[in-house]
């Protein structure tokens, strides 16, 4: 049988005699940083800087397209880092970001870092070098011309989105231009692929068989916009949120309960979806100070946690669509922008009552996550309730239950607060 990690150990110990209540619960700090611990020790690649789909730093299946890095995760999993370290005052995973920062932005040079490590490891052969040499003479350079895979760009736009929205959050922290240029090259890469066309919005894919808008691209595009705007000053990203939210409202994403995947679509209630237009909503509140889109935001909270179905009785969140693949992080990610919408509230002394509810609902999914969600390796589970079927754990579902865990410290506005504007620059053309 495998063993776990002391620290895996002691967690899963303490869910046991915690769901029995037999304990009080470990600091939620306390806590935070052990999960951070367990997801690096599990996934992280030192070669690489960022972490991989799979435990263990298996470069050769990285090589050979095997295991690669959970890529728009990574995104969500340095902001959960980002709002922890702003939440408890500390600093503490500033230079590992910077290092991904590196490492990551020129994604065709990770290459060449994989090979000399697979050759230090003795893990190269004379064959792959002739493979590797004849690689290189076919360089895609349609690609490479459009700047793929450099700046955390990539054909999935909201892929791109998550990255934007990190480095922006990476930006008020450091203050360091190099986030902010990120975020305006992500923001004109989203921009450039607003396509009416193809009754968008900005598209999801630019491949040409996935050509269409849907909710989570666009919800993204929202909140990069708003928060470039507030970032900036610029009149064009204000004119972009405000574009993209009555792209959202013409075409109905939110049908008055929740929102759904994509234009025409019925009751496909996914829990991110629901997240991202909250914040979306919340960052053009932040961008405008007009208290009508922070109604809206309520709003769509209330039907999300009353009439959406992705709530039990008592509160908690579920995936009443089912966990599988990437939704196994979903919940983490509304439970971020609940969080949001609720300390903005909090500080705006504005609608008491849902602020209340929002937080119940938190705090009710975090106390049942931490009572039936943790497995027996010590990770979080893809379902929060008990009773759950789904008991699968891995780099999405910790991710997703650290995000939870860090709603319920203080304010989670502070890493979305402006910082101070920016010198007078070109923003993207439409």
Known sequence: MKRLPLFSFLLVLFAARFARGEIAPIPTQDRIRAGIVQLNQLYWSPTLNIWLDRPGDDLRAHYEGRCNPPWW?????LETLLDFMAATGTSEYVPAIESLY??????????????????????????????RLRELEKVNEAK????????????????SGWWAITWLKMYHRTRAE??????RVIHAHMAKNWKPEKKGGVIWCE????????????????????????ATHEQTYLDWAEKTLGWLRTNALYDGIAVVDAPGHRGDYWSYNQGAFIGGLTALYHATERQEYLDQAVKVADTVLHRS????????????????????????????????????????????????EIDRCIRASVESMLRHGIGADGLFRAEWHEGAKDLRT?????VSGLAALVAILPDQTTSTAPAPAAP????PSR
Request: proline residues 3%.
């Open 207 to 230: 491949d040409e068989d996935k050509q269409r808008p849907n909710a989570i691209t666009n919800s993204l595009f929202l909140i990069v916009s708003a928060r470039l705007y507030l």
């Open 144 to 159: 490479a011309d459009t700047g793929y895979y450099s700046n955390f760009q990539n054909e999935y736009l909201d892929d």
């Open 309 to 356: 179905g992705l709530t039990l009785a008592g509160g908690v969140l579920i995936e009443k669509l089912g966990s599988n693949g990437d939704a196994c992080l979903f919940k983490g990610i509304l439970v971020r922008y609940l969080a949001q919408l609720r300390d903005t509230l909090r500080t705006a002394k504005l609608h008491p009552a849902a602020e209340r």
């Open 424 to 427: 007078a620059a070109s923003a």
């Open 178 to 183: 190099k986030y902010l240029t990120t975020a």
């Open 73 to 77: 995760p990574s995104a969500n999993a």
């Open 394 to 398: 891995n780099f999405n579902t910790e």
């Open 102 to 131: 590196e490492s990551q932005k020129d994604h065709p040079g990770q290459r060449a870092r994989v090979v000399a490590e697979l050759k230090r490891r003795h893990q190269w052969s004379d064959d792959d070098e002739k493979a």
